[in-house]
């Protein structure tokens, strides 16, 4: 790791894309450069393929239509909900791209004396996330000599563009409310399914009220607990960080839940059983594509097998072989089950 660092310090810009570089590599170059441009824009692709089509399956976001009273409003609720979710996925680069601006043009170039406040104080807070050494020993500040982690971006950026650190603050408090509200959506949608899809409907039919909202709030304090062991587990590896984790969970929502959405909505022949075993095939090829190729799920299962990528395709987008996976099981299956009832059948059409 260190080795790499090292080169990663050695070459121009810190081993970045130039700024207005879209892609690595260069269509016009060699043939290395041409490989590197087109696994860059493949794996560009891929990941926006992932997101988008897990924004449309997160659980957490469909449920909260159901508090609407009426058909027009639970449109209209969609519409404002990808309204903000565009903000949200179109801003977050521009964001990015401001850092980095700010970061070429006032702090490269300036003696390591009169560096900002900011850069001491975030090194002070963890030097795995921002760190700047003098290398060439001569007292100026080059691009190469500072390393900055994705995780503290959106919270330096304040300091950065040289606003008060109150100002990071409030950003660290909204991020920390919507973190907060995404997290009880999330835990309220699995205790929800667990103890009245699973529990109620498949376990015991006949249970009063009472025992199924105390299952509910068992099974939600055991989510809570298992989701928290995660996260610990998480960051002590180091292998991770939030960026990968964010987009793993796209990935693993359009794997397993898009292609039961889509087919159950317009396909009037998908079955549960069809729609179950997709799901399941959906989501277990993407983990395992997961567990082969990043280090943090190699590291939990031991392996030790050489990571070989299916066309050049980063683990982060790995919903893009889970989504057609999907999609075929369920279709077969479908098929080789009895159909649905008349009843349901025409619910589609309606």
Request: with cysteine.
């Amino acid at each position: 790791a260190q080795r790499t660092s090292a080169n990663n310090r050695a070459n121009p810009l810190a081993n970045m894309p130039r700024h207005a570089q879209q892609f690595a590599g260069d269509p016009n170059g060699d043939e290395k450069a041409r490989t590197a441009f087109e696994t860059s824009r493949r794996n560009f692709l891929a990941l926006i393929f992932c997101l988008m089509v897990g924004t449309a399956a997160l659980p957490h976001i469909l449920m909260r239509y159901y508090t609407t009273p009426s058909v027009k409003q639970a449109r209209e609720s969609v519409t404002w909900s990808l309204f903000f979710i565009f903000l949200l996925y179109f801003t977050a680069p521009a964001l990015a791209v401001l850092v980095k601006y700010e970061v070429f043009n006032v702090l490269v170039g300036t003696p390591f004396d009169k560096l900002p406040a900011w850069v001491a104080s975030w090194n002070k807070v963890d030097p795995a996330l921002l760190s700047v050494v003098d290398v060439n020993k001569d007292g100026i500040f080059q691009l190469a000599e500072m390393t900055i982690g994705g995780d503290i971006i959106v919270l330096a950026t304040p300091e950065i563009g040289g606003l008060p650190y109150v100002i990071s603050g409030m950003v660290a408090a909204g991020g920390l409310a919507a973190a907060l509200s995404t997290a009880d959506g999330l835990l309220l949608t699995m205790a929800n399914a667990l103890s009245h899809d699973l529990y109620y409907k498949m376990i015991d039919p006949n249970a009063p009220a009472a025992r199924r909202v105390l299952i509910s709030k068992i099974l939600l304090l055991i989510v809570a607990l298992l989701a928290a062991y995660v996260a610990y587990q998480v960051h002590v590896s180091k292998n991770a960080d939030i960026l990968f984790l964010v987009a793993a969970a796209f990935s693993f929502a359009a794997a397993s839940f898009f292609p039961a959405l889509v087919l159950g909505i317009f396909w009037k022949r998908a079955t549960a059983a069809g729609a179950c075993a997709g799901m399941i095939a959906g989501l277990g090829i993407s983990f395992y594509y997961m567990s082969m190729t990043h280090p943090l799920f190699r590291g939990w299962f031991d392996v030790t097998s050489p990571i070989e990528l299916w066309w050049g395709i980063l683990p982060i987008s790995a919903g893009l072989f889970g989504v057609p996976v999907g999609f075929a099981v369920i279709i077969l299956v479908s098929l080789v089950t009895p159909a649905p009832k008349k009843e349901i059948q025409e619910l589609v059409d309606h």
